[in-house]
């Protein structure tokens, strides 16, 4: 009988296409779905609670899988982490769950981090972890426009026009927006995304920052339900997979980080 | 008439075979006279508050130079970062500083940072950045150690067989140990310190930290003035220069950190 596993999982995805296995390059299921293989002799699918882009890198991914194989926990994370050397993927934690557990279809909400380090000079030691913004960004302002966007809303605006979404709606828990020395830090949670979500929502907020846009404008680029209403997307060197949460975590519904109250409007 | 520059400089030392020019690999100071020659045309030494090896990072490092082309402080910072590029090296600032100030020579404190990632799952994201130690640390017990070896001593003991300094009596201003999660992170502070003294106080401070040496044992391996009597030398990776101090500075007497009194007689 075989057992299911969820493994908790870091990666620096500056030399990967992607999570998604593809056939013309490097990616992190490829990766540890060949060192599944390479310890247990067992070809597995691993699914991932987010299939992230290239150059988006992950703290907390969450992914599962099946083995025939009777092993520990230990084991799997130690003989996973052997195997997936020289690559910068490394297994955190390993768990034996229940059949139905499943790392994408039972995830009921996703964390990512965007680093922005906020300096003149270019990044040496944060090269490809962070996106360089050299005019000085009011985060302040960022924060308060950002809770525009909590609650449940019609995303087109912030949709990647291959998103594969049946639907553009979602529902926004938290957008929060700080600052730490050179360091502009923003914390999305929702259910889900959808595709580029988060970096277009941070490219938008980037020109609140620099006090080309404010609040409004961000309400504004909401309700046009058109891509090119909202900013750019952000790079995916800043972005950090940081949490999935599963049936039991403690995921709160949406939050007002500021004093302006979530729209509960849809769109 | 030629103007001191004073330049503080973040660099990844990863890729580096340390500060000090070198004529069989790349070196920070290599790279930054080079950039300086580049959009001056004057052939300079840069001269450095610490002459970090081979792996070390930093974040804050102070370097000196004379240059006779006339140009502003932003000049200097935004022309040497166009052409240090691709190098992991940045300049964080340049200041116009008065002809006896020396990076080196002038000095009065400097500071450090060391990272160790106390978790049992390899590095992905902080690889070649911190030191991965899997055997769990009590980093109360290494703050407390670490207090013994706080003020003026012969550090012979922690001292690396090439060191080339006068005397191996030093006075340690501070030595921290605190831990924000699976990171342990140690501070260490002094007017200046002997060759790999902060990795080789390191490497002892593990020994407590893994239960196998207690307070009195580096009590013990200091008064002993004998390199072999101390633990091993930590990797560069954790480490980083973090801050030079200079006459105006904030530069505080000797601190202890903890309940044991530092010991305020030599060695």
Redesign the interface.
């Known amino acids: 009988m075989s057992q299911r596993w969820k493994i908790t999982v870091?990666?620096?995805g500056t030399s990967f296409l992607g999570w998604q296995r593809q056939d013309h390059g490097p990616s992190v299921q490829g990766c540890l779905e060949e060192a599944v293989t390479r310890f247990s002799q067992e070809v597995v699918t691993v699914h991932a609670a987010g299939r992230t882009d290239s150059g988006v890198?992950a703290?907390g991914m969450v992914a599962s899988f099946d083995l025939e194989k009777p092993v520990s926990a230990d084991k799997v994370?130690?003989a996973l982490?052997f195997h997936?050397?020289p690559n910068?993927?490394?297994?955190?934690?390993a768990e034996a769950v229940e059949p139905d557990f499943h790392a994408r279809f039972t995830c009921i909400g996703r964390s990512y981090l965007y680093r922005i380090t906020n300096?003149?000079?270019?990044?040496?030691?944060d090269?490809g972890?962070s996106w360089l913004i050299s005019h000085p960004l009011d985060e302040k302002a960022m924060h308060m426009a950002a809770q525009r966007l909590i609650g449940r809303h019609d995303f087109s605006s912030f949709r990647a026009s291959l998103c594969q979404a049946a639907s553009p709606v979602k529902t926004l828990a938290e957008l929060t927006v700080s600052r730490m020395g050179e360091e502009v830090r923003i914390v999305a949670r929702a259910r889900s995304f959808l595709h580029h979500q988060v970096r277009n929502m941070v490219g938008t907020l980037k020109m609140v920052g620099e006090g080309r846009w404010d609040a409004d404008d961000v309400s504004a680029a909401l309700a046009a339900r058109d891509r090119s209403a909202a900013g750019q997307t952000a790079p995916a060197d800043g972005l950090y997979f940081t949490r999935a949460y599963y049936p039991g975590d403690d995921f709160p519904e949406p939050i007002s980080g500021g004093p302006s109250a979530p729209s509960s409007t849809n769109g």
Request: aromatic share 4%; charged share 30%.
């Open positions: 870091e990666f620096n890198h703290t994370r130690d982490n997936l050397k910068p993927i490394a297994v955190l934690k300096r003149r000079a270019p990044l040496a030691l090269a972890r």
